[in-house]
């Protein structure tokens, strides 16, 4: 039986800031892009009563059995939308707990598909309703240009790119989210409700931050002394902290810069995962 591959890219907070708090969550606002490193899935329609969902490569022991692709198919049947059942084989080249969101970004690329083969129909404010049942950064992955998340939860996307070549380093311990967001005292004011493209320039995304950053430093220490390495390699642009951790990101104009970067950080950190890549 035919089947289909897709690719399901990392995503990375360039800039993030914690606005307030709802009854359940905290409100944010970020300017995000993608990475060309992705998580690879192979889909094909089944002859079975159930879906069958398989997880392989280096992080996939980590990825729990009500994952996002479990919980969005099983929204799906619920909702009556899906007329087959699907083998969903995943590799897992993203690390968990690093805020490269993977897990989130496996459940859009997997919706995104189903829409766009017309296995099912939805309209956008569908898939986000949908996707926003499963994580409050899922419908992100819906997207595959540079946007915008504004404090009231809209969307904006820009048609110019982002581009940088970028050096991920992920220590050998993982955030979770929940327990970081949880250390949050004190909200920052909105800055990117009025969107322009300025914002995606480097001189812009020098001088913004990360909320979560001092958090997850304070409770790792070793996030700090990871990060304060990073700043001072040659040539490097800047280098920041992505959603809640713990991976880091250093920012970079060129492949040669980026991958010379990477020897320096396998030989001072041996321990830790480092993987070069560039923005889409």
Not at 46 to 51: G, Q
Not at 229 to 239: G, H, M, Q
């Amino acid at each position: 039986m035919s089947y289909f591959k897709i690719k399901s890219h990392a995503k990375i907070n360039l800039a993030l800031n914690v606005v307030g708090k709802t009854n359940l969550l905290h409100k944010i606002e970020s300017i995000i892009c993608f990475a060309h490193f992705h998580d690879e899935m192979i889909i094909r329609k089944i002859f079975s009563k159930s879906h069958k969902i398989k997880f392989i490569g280096k992080f996939s022991k980590a990825v729990k059995s009500k994952n996002t692709i479990f919980q969005l198919l099983k929204i799906l049947d619920q909702k009556k939308l899906l007329k087959s059942k699907y083998q969903v084989i995943i590799k897992k080249n993203i690390p968990p707990k690093s805020g490269l969101g993977g897990g989130s970004m496996n459940a859009a690329s997997l919706l995104n598909f189903l829409v766009k083969k017309k296995v099912i129909r939805l309209k956008k404010k569908e898939m986000i309703k949908i996707l926003d049942k499963i994580g409050s950064d899922t419908k992100l992955g819906l997207y595959s240009k540079d946007l915008i998340l504004k404090s009231n939860n809209s969307i904006k996307t820009f048609t110019r790119k982002i581009f940088f070549h970028v050096l991920i380093v992920k220590p050998n311990f993982g955030c979770s989210t929940r327990e970081i967001f949880s250390e949050v005292k004190k909200f920052s004011k909105p800055k990117f409700d009025n969107p322009s493209k300025h914002m995606l320039s480097l001189s812009y995304l020098k001088d913004e931050k990360n909320d979560l950053e001092p958090i997850a430093m304070s409770k790792y220490p070793k996030l700090k002394i990871l990060k304060n390495f990073l700043e001072k390699l040659p040539r490097s642009e800047f280098a920041r902290m992505t959603g809640s951790g713990s991976a880091i990101i250093v920012y970079f104009n060129s492949s040669k810069k980026s991958k010379e970067a990477e020897k320096k950080v396998k030989k001072k950190f041996r321990n830790y995962w480092c993987k070069t890549s560039k923005t889409i």
